[in-house]
């Protein structure tokens, strides 16, 4: 007899961004669905990895990862963020961002649990909530400027709320939390069991000036926070599947039972290689300069065709709308304009578990010049 398989999560099919990618392969079209840089790394990092391996750093590191890595970050939070981050206790390297965030989450909740997410949200999140066996509250967050309504989280938790997420800057509208928020936040968790779930991953890309507002800045929050984030996203090498999460002593270590018998520990050359590289400051600061003109340049050419961009102020991505061009839904259009008119991207109601239409498309912009002004050229016509 063949055993039958109960899917954990049966509502689930292929993410989003491996059938937009798949389809822009497919018909060849400019892809600016599924957020990866097009433009090279830093060579010098990608020399640093070559010389680590020739050195001989080709063994396992420590389950929490390589300490020198720790201790550059540890360095860099305190001189980001003011955090005092013990790199021994308090952080671990992880295979990406999105491990960091299953991995925090199967630490801390219980079949039965209540997490608070915010919609639209980044796609493995709610499948990370229910493969777990506890229930995504999802919360609308407000349109067009997608802020958090407080008043709806206060009237949200319940004596079941075991986690709260944040994601700042936002995928996929590249909203980004302000100071009142984390104050709002900080009000409402305090004197209750609730925990934090950040996802820094877009820490570095904010723009026009704002700060980016790291839960690491507040030591309350840091009671109960895991802060996750990732390497592929701060050095334009998003297939290195590289991150870590950054928690309290106590939370930390249950993270780590979870994650060393799941992954126990991470690709050591690239770790040895990230623990030099991080005290060239330049590497990141000028991050946030260097994609906001990439937006600018995005929303300048996109003034020649019927789209109507709502506002970003971080992150790899703008959101649009195509009233203008089209009624049909998200998908639909998302899939007619990669297939007719070569130019993918990715409807925005994949990030709502009730497939919610909104008729808005996320653009990614990090992206070559040329590939920017070839996408435009195409959406132009429509
Ligand atoms: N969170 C968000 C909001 C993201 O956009 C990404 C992007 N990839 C991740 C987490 C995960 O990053 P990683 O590729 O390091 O797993
Ligand atoms: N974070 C990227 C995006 O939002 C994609 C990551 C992935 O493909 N899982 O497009």
């Given at each position: 007899m063949i055993p039958s398989i109960h899917s954990k999560l049966p509502a689930v099919g292929t993410t989003i961004f491996t059938v937009m990618s798949g389809l822009a392969a497919e018909h060849n079209a400019v892809n600016l669905g599924q957020g990866f840089p097009d433009y090279d790394m830093d060579s010098e990092l990608v020399g640093l990895v070559n010389k680590a391996m020739k050195d001989?750093?080709?063994?396992?590191?420590?389950?929490?990862?390589?300490?020198?890595?720790?201790?550059?970050?540890?360095?860099?939070?305190?001189?980001?963020?003011?955090?005092?981050?013990?790199?021994?206790?308090?952080?671990?390297?992880?295979?990406?961002?999105?491990?960091?965030?299953?991995?925090?989450?199967?630490t801390v909740l219980r079949p039965g649990d209540e997490v608070i997410v915010f919609e639209p949200a980044y796609d493995s999140y709610i499948p990370n909530i229910e493969v777990n066996g506890a229930t995504a509250i999802r919360l609308p967050l407000r349109y067009p400027d997608y802020s958090i309504d407080w008043q709806m989280v206060r009237n949200a938790i319940t004596d079941r709320t075991r986690v709260?997420?944040?994601?700042?800057?936002?995928?996929?509208?590249?909203?980004?939390?302000?100071?009142?928020?984390?104050?709002?936040?900080?009000?409402?968790?305090s004197n209750t069991n609730i925990f934090i779930l950040s996802d820094e991953v877009y820490e570095h890309l904010v723009f026009?000036?704002?700060?980016?507002?790291?839960?690491?800045r507040y030591p309350d929050l840091m009671e109960r926070s895991f802060v996750c984030f990732s390497f592929g996203k701060v050095y334009h090498c998003t297939g290195w599947k590289l991150?870590?999460?950054?928690?309290?002593?106590?939370?930390?270590?249950?993270?780590?039972?979870?994650?060393?018998?799941?992954?126990?520990?991470?690709?050591?050359?690239?770790q040895v290689a990230l623990a030099g590289f991080l005290s060239n400051r330049e590497s990141y600061l000028g991050l946030g300069t260097y994609l906001q003109e990439k937006r600018d340049y995005f929303t300048t050419l996109m003034k020649q065709t019927r789209f109507d961009l709502l506002s970003s102020h971080g992150s790899y991505f703008i959101c649009g709308t195509y009233n203008r061009i089209s009624d049909e839904g998200?998908?639909?259009?998302?899939?007619?304009?990669?297939?007719?008119?070569?130019?993918?991207?990715?409807?925005?109601?994949?990030?709502?578990?009730?497939?919610?239409?909104?008729?808005?498309?996320?653009?990614?912009?990090?992206?070559?010049?040329?590939?920017?002004?070839?996408?435009?050229?195409k959406l132009a016509r429509l």
């Open positions: 001989g750093y080709n063994q396992y590191v420590p389950m929490q990862g390589y300490l020198p890595l720790r201790e550059a970050i540890a360095e860099k939070v305190h001189a980001l963020y003011g955090a005092s981050i013990d790199a021994g206790s308090d952080i671990t390297i992880t295979p990406g961002g999105t491990y960091a965030i299953y991995t925090a989450l199967t709260i997420m944040i994601n700042s800057p936002h995928n996929p509208t590249g909203a980004v939390l302000r100071a009142s928020d984390l104050e709002e936040l900080r009000k409402i968790v026009d000036g704002i700060p980016h507002e790291s839960v690491l991150g870590y999460c950054i928690s309290n002593a106590s939370l930390m270590t249950e993270f780590r039972k979870v994650h060393q018998y799941n992954c126990f520990s991470v690709h050591s050359p690239s998200d998908s639909a259009f998302a899939k007619r304009l990669t297939i007719e008119h070569k130019v993918a991207t990715i409807p925005v109601s994949a990030f709502y578990k009730d497939a919610t239409d909104n008729k808005v498309i996320r653009f990614c912009f990090a992206k070559k010049r040329e590939t920017l002004e070839s996408a435009v050229e």
